[in-house]
């Protein structure tokens, strides 16, 4: 499955706030109508303030379904998500969603899911909806590192599982008990993962990419991914999810996108 509706503005209730990690929060709203057409892997554009700076909305992957719902875990790194940040319970919000190609699933297929930080956000929805063989989880430490019960976790600084890089944890075995490979975090990060997996496995991978974003649905061209055959496709709207063969991973990397 990719996208299955035409993306539609809500006006979204706030119904709880917590946050989960140090400066990383959890937003829980009220719309039927998301939660009644998302796919995991597909975002939504967010209006953190409406009328003041920034008017930009923001995008943020879909951590998961409630039953009326859904809900967003994200890290407060400017002033667009401090904003965010500080959404109660009552507070109506304006929202653009589901938009985006999410991950591509089959009945039957069984996952490994390879994540970084906070790239792994989006990661509880996918697990929710797939038969999931392991999950493979890295972060820089036990403060970056989200609840989505990991079947192995490794952290830089060791305060999390043990001393390493995620790419540490990829073995044949998880290799091989995988149908499909969602992979999600830094560019950095998901490029050596990419390095690490031998080519008989590389057809199974799919890419969560990030990039900045102004429309979200394939207007403004802002948010465009260099692929390998030398053009670029638009994580909003071809995107977020990408076959890793798609990507032109040097031009990518060289970009800073």
């Known amino acids: 499955m990719l996208s299955c ?9 706030v ?3 917590e946050e989960v990690l140090p400066g990383v929060v959890k937003i829980f709203f009220q719309c039927e109508g998301i939660a009644a057409t ?9 209006e953190p303030s409406p009328g003041t700076f920034p008017v930009t909305r923001r995008p943020i992957t879909i951590n998961s379904l409630t039953d009326d719902g859904f809900e967003l875990l994200f890290d407060v790194i400017g002033r667009g998500t401090e904003l ?36 792994a956000a989006g ?16 972060a820089s430490c036990s403060d970056r590192v989200i609840p989505l019960d990991a079947s192995f976790v490794v ?15 990829i073995s044949e075995e998880h290799l091989s008990n995988a149908d499909s490979i969602a992979v999600c975090g ?20 799919q890419i969560s990419t990030e990039s900045r974003m102004g429309c979200g649905w394939g207007v403004c061209d802002g948010c465009s ?16 999810v990408f076959p890793g063969t798609d990507i032109d991973w040097k031009r990518w990397k060289e970009a800073g996108l």
């Open 155 to 169: 952290t830089e600084d060791g305060s999390t599982g043990s001393r390493g890089l995620v790419t540490s944890l």
């Open 84 to 119: 965010m940040a500080v959404m109660s319970p009552g507070d109506t919000v304006r929202v653009l969603g589901p938009l985006g190609h999410g991950w591509m699933t089959d009945p039957g297929s069984k996952w490994l899911l390879i994540g970084g930080g906070l790239g």
């Open 186 to 205: 830094p560019v950095a990060m998901m490029e050596a993962v990419w390095k690490t997996i031998p080519e008989k496995h590389r057809h199974k991978v």
């Open 5 to 13: 509706a035409v993306p539609l503005d809500y006006d979204c209730l």
């Open 123 to 138: 990661f509880q929805f996918l697990k929710d909806s797939v038969d999931t063989a392991a999950i493979l989880i890295g």
């Open 225 to 240: 991914i260099p692929i390998s055959d030398g053009g670029y496709k638009k994580c909003c709207k071809e995107g977020p």
């Open 38 to 46: 998302a796919l995991p892997g597909q975002f939504v554009q967010i």
């Open 15 to 17: 119904t709880r706030r």
